[in-house]
């Protein structure tokens, strides 16, 4: 790798992420204009700040928002000492790609942000050709980012094939259990063999804490020690989530989690569907409390035997 050693490489301090740099999705769970998906990202900030407010930890509290619909909340975000992560992918697309191409260095300078993230489909055992103009893009995204000493925040996600699927008989519970944790692997060894090296993995979750385990352990391989992984939410249910956060949590390698839709969905639908009538101090304080109880799960689920 150019620009850094491994050992200058990783991020492990404790970091609970507040995800809502959503985009297309969270253009159709609003509805409206500009102001209003706006509005509903300043909403779910400030469900954030009191979250804080009422004890979350802030030296570990973070956001994950975009520039297009909440520069206000990450300039704010910056300002109030918190950490600030921000994507740089394009929304909505199959294959990942640079929302502002070319200019993307001088957009992470223009925010600044703690860690600059990327959303990327890969599967191992899909088009090869694919894979190959996705890990060229983010080589080029990792060694910037690391030449100009800043965080990678790497979110994979593992979509099934459809000869994958046929494996498991259709069933996508069975694929999430039975076969994603091993092509996650596959996935991750082939991003770092093509020189993509991210300081966090934003890692879909879970289950089976031994799986967990591996996929920490092959993070941190070779002189990687201090590269972490993170729990996302995929928008499940609490008690999904919690099942998620409970199998990593102690574990060598997981810092915290970034979760979203499943903190802040409620909330938003409740603002979407009535902007000016909707309770506000309720919806903050549901965003406020669901964060905080992640916390509490992720904090309170044993150590490691």
Not at 286 to 294: L, M, N, T
């Amino acid at each position: 790798m150019t620009g850094i050693g491994l050992n200058e490489l990783g991020y492990d301090d404790k970091l609970y992420i507040l995800a809502f740099d959503h985009r297309g999705s969270f253009e159709k769970m609003v509805g409206g204009g500009e102001e209003k998906v706006a509005g509903a990202k300043r909403l779910i900030w400030e469900g954030f700040e009191r979250a804080v407010e009422e004890g979350a930890p802030k030296a570990y509290a973070g956001i994950l928002v975009d520039a297009q619909y909440g520069p206000d909340v990450a300039r704010d975000a910056k300002a109030g000492g918190y950490k600030l992560a921000m994507p740089v992918e394009k929304s909505g697309q199959t294959e990942f790609d640079f929302e502002y191409g070319d200019a993307f260095g001088e957009k992470i300078e223009e925010f600044d942000p703690d860690f600059s993230k990327v959303l990327v489909r890969y599967n191992p055992e899909g088009e090869a050709e694919l894979n190959e103009r996705q890990a060229a893009k983010l080589l080029q995204l990792s060694e910037w980012l690391h030449e100009h000493h800043r965080k990678f925040l790497f979110e994979l996600l593992v979509p099934a094939e459809p000869s994958q699927l046929e494996r498991v008989g259709g069933s996508g519970d069975r694929y999430d259990t039975e076969l994603r944790p091993q092509l996650m692997l596959e996935a991750i060894l082939q991003l770092q063999n093509a020189g993509v090296e991210p300081d966090i993995w934003k890692i879909e979750g879970i289950e089976d804490r031994e799986a967990c385990a591996e996929i920490a352990q092959l993070t941190r391989r070779e002189g990687r020690d201090r590269v972490s992984c993170v729990v996302l939410g995929r928008g499940a249910s609490d008690q999904k989530v919690d099942e998620w956060l409970r199998a990593a949590a102690g574990l060598d390698g997981y810092i915290g989690f970034a979760i979203g839709r499943s903190i802040f969905g409620e909330a938003v639908k409740s603002f979407a569907a009535d902007p000016d009538g909707f309770d506000r101090d309720a919806a903050v304080a549901s965003i406020a409390g669901k964060y905080r109880r992640f916390i509490d799960v992720y904090e309170g689920a044993p150590a490691p035997a």
